[in-house]
């Protein structure tokens, strides 16, 4: 028996539902992640772009600067955020699809900068987008969920 | 029937896997994400810690300025990344969790920075994590894939 009170159970999570991108030139990105990469925009502003990345999952761009204010809409508040520097995200692939993807790539210009071959049996593909984010594309067989 | 060659369509694209944060204290930062939100870690070292947010969702925090330079490991190498500012990102939460997180969060004396309840029946609450990060929690019923 221990005297120190354990702390409380968080309710639970389901996974991370948006993941934002902050660049520098809205419609260049927007070329890039609908033309090349292939995404599917659900609504979009001068300031933002979100994309249905497959279920429960959506992909966020903002025009960096252009929430560093809150905004409020009738349902409530945003409150400011905002974003530099070449962040790291990772899309994840079918099995099987990873050559389509590297023919993909090289047809669309896009260099493909490093391969990781995991453990597990999973492979990666790094590539930046037009704003240096680091971008992977990731077979299953990488992390113990996936 | 149009002279314009259609773009190649890209091979498909399951979800967002791995959502990258990063911060500038690492132990603090797995206190909040550990000790408050309850995420699991699955692998962690003096410079990152990745989270088993869901099935196939993972969190990364990267310790600032420890990931600038590319890493080769027996699998290959992984590109460099960084980032700054307070990023944004949203976690799903089950519906009718909601009040569950609420209490939960004032319980570990978390201040939620706004709510916002969507037209299409979810809600979302806003707070910061230690580094600024602005998180959100979403139960279903915001976009049209959640």
Redesign the interface.
């Known amino acids: 028996m221990s005297a120190v009170a354990p702390?409380?159970?968080?309710?639970?999570?389901?996974?991370?539902?948006?993941?934002?991108l902050?660049v520098d030139d809205l419609p260049r990105a927007r070329a890039f992640y609908e033309?090349?990469?292939?995404?599917r925009p659900?609504i979009a502003d001068h300031r933002f772009c979100?994309y249905?990345?497959?279920?429960?999952?959506?992909?966020?761009l903002?025009l960096r600067g252009a929430?560093l204010e809150?905004v409020t809409?009738p349902?409530?508040?945003?409150?400011?955020?905002?974003?530099?520097?070449?962040?790291?995200?990772?899309?994840?692939?079918?099995a099987g699809?990873l050559d389509?993807?590297i023919a993909?790539l090289a047809?669309?210009g896009v260099a493909v900068?490093?391969?990781?071959?995991?453990?597990g049996g999973g492979a990666?593909l790094?590539f930046r987008d037009p704003d240096g984010?680091?971008v992977?594309?990731?077979t299953p067989g990488?992390?113990?969920?996936?």
Chains 1, 2 share one sequence.
């Open positions: 702390a409380p159970a968080a309710p639970p999570i389901s996974g991370v539902l948006e993941t934002g902050y033309g090349v990469l292939g995404l659900m979100a249905d990345a497959g279920p429960g999952s959506v992909l966020l903002f929430t809150a809409m349902g409530g508040t945003i409150p400011g955020h905002d974003g530099h520097g070449p962040l790291h995200y990772a899309l994840a692939i079918p699809s389509a993807w993909h047809g669309q900068e490093s391969r990781v071959n995991w453990k990666s790094y984010h680091l992977e594309l990731a990488l992390w113990a969920n996936y």
